[in-house]
């Protein structure tokens, strides 16, 4: 796949404050790139950076192969939406979607913009309300509206930021699936902010994990699951989050915290450390068995918490080491206190410096 958008070392400070501290980010031409990350974390300064709305204290941007970094917004051809709805009140539906179409550097017959408002509308079923006034909206019928005014054009690229975390689960559901149809049909590209990890793994090609204004690790999810890149990144993705547990190297195995488990360094790879103190263990909590108190073999833990999840449960279990959540079977019979086992696997975790947060080692013998 070719590049359509390239980001390179950019810096942007608000008020002395560093919004964006090198980040570097390529998006493929034809993919939805998500970007995801916590609030703060530089999602939003990055999308208007890359529009030209913000001026850079220093990095580059180039699009669809030209450096755009000094080039006026109007003339880089992309289309924004912003979480809130930046709705026309005195236009009427058909007309704030129109809108755009009818700018002297997009301009289109009314023929064409007929055509375009129609069938976006139809895509995102707000057929019905085109005649409508806005102030007479829902807040769901107005940010289908903002969504459907910056897709009814082709631009080279869509930015989208956090353009469905005011909707309801339902709503945001069935806008994921439309903006992936609408992605299908016209093969646009799409970088995509949210903070939602659900919502990023369900509309994303490949997701980039930000955090202080730097991405930390990007890929598909599968490459981000099975080789994290540090222990933000673990922090950001999975539902539940990867498991940490504090740990150190004793005698060719790595020991967790108040653990029956020893397992054998020579599993984790290379470990690029002197000496073994000072580091994290991490797991993903599907690798992790609960098991009953007392199972030979097993850690102890006890369960802090128990939230239902319809035909599942998160169950969170507090340990010497730490704790994690892990989703069990609604028939699991755990209760608020009960005190439990659990058992890490014997592949398939990570080792992280606790200072830096750096991945030190794989399990597959290679080094990191």
């Known amino acids: 796949m070719s590049g ?3 980001l390179e070392g950019l810096r942007k400070s608000y008020r002395g404050k560093g919004a964006l501290r090198g980040l570097d980010l390529d998006v493929a031409d034809n993919e939805i790139f998500a970007l995801l990350g916590p609030t703060g ?12 709305l913000i001026d850079l ?3 580059r941007v180039h699009l669809a192969g030209r450096d755009v970094t000094d080039a006026d ?25 129109a809108f755009a179409l009818r700018s002297p550097a997009y301009r289109e017959d009314d023929g064409e913009i007929a055509r375009r408002v129609g069938r976006t509308a139809e895509l995102l079923r707000i057929s019905h309300l085109l005649d409508r006034d806005v102030g007479t909206l829902s807040g769901g019928e107005r940010q289908r509206v903002a969504i459907a005014r910056a897709l009814v054009r082709r631009p080279k690229l869509f930015l989208l930021d956090e353009p469905l975390s005011a909707l309801d689960l339902k709503l945001r559901e069935g806008l994921r699936a439309e903006l992936r149809d ?3 049909r016209d093969r646009s590209t799409m970088l995509y902010a949210t903070h939602d990890y659900h919502g990023a793994i369900a509309i994303a090609d490949r997701i980039g994990i930000i955090d202080g204004g730097v991405v930390q690790q990007s890929g598909t999810i599968e490459e981000i699951f099975s080789l994290p890149a540090n222990v933000l990144v673990g922090k950001l993705v999975g539902s539940p989050a990867m498991a940490f547990f504090d740990a150190a190297i004793a005698d060719g ?14 599993g984790f790879g290379e470990v690029a450390r002197a000496g073994g103190e000072g580091l994290v263990y991490g797991v993903w909590p599907e690798d992790i068995e609960i098991t009953a108190a007392g199972t030979p073999g097993a850690n102890a833990g006890s369960v802090y918490a ?10 969170q279990v507090e340990t010497a080491a730490g704790s994690f959540r892990k989703v069990v079977p609604h028939t699991t019979s755990l209760k608020q206190g009960d005190a439990c086992g659990f058992v890490l696997p014997a592949t398939g975790g990570f080792l992280f410096d606790r200072a830096t947060g750096r991945r030190l080692s794989q399990q597959d013998g290679s080094p990191a």
């Open 57 to 59: 204290d220093a990095g």
């Open 253 to 266: 195995h790595v020991a967790i915290k108040g653990s029956a488990q020893r397992m054998p360094v020579a």
């Open 73 to 97: 917004p109007a003339s880089r051809d992309v289309s924004i939406v912003f979480e809130g709805f930046n709705l026309l009140p005195v236009l009427d539906v058909k007309d704030n979607i």
């Open 41 to 52: 974390a530089g999602k939003s300064s990055t999308l208007l950076a890359s529009a030209g």
């Open 306 to 315: 128990l939230d239902n999840r319809g035909f599942e449960r998160a169950v």
């Open 4 to 6: 359509m958008l390239r």
């Open 182 to 184: 609408i992605h299908r």
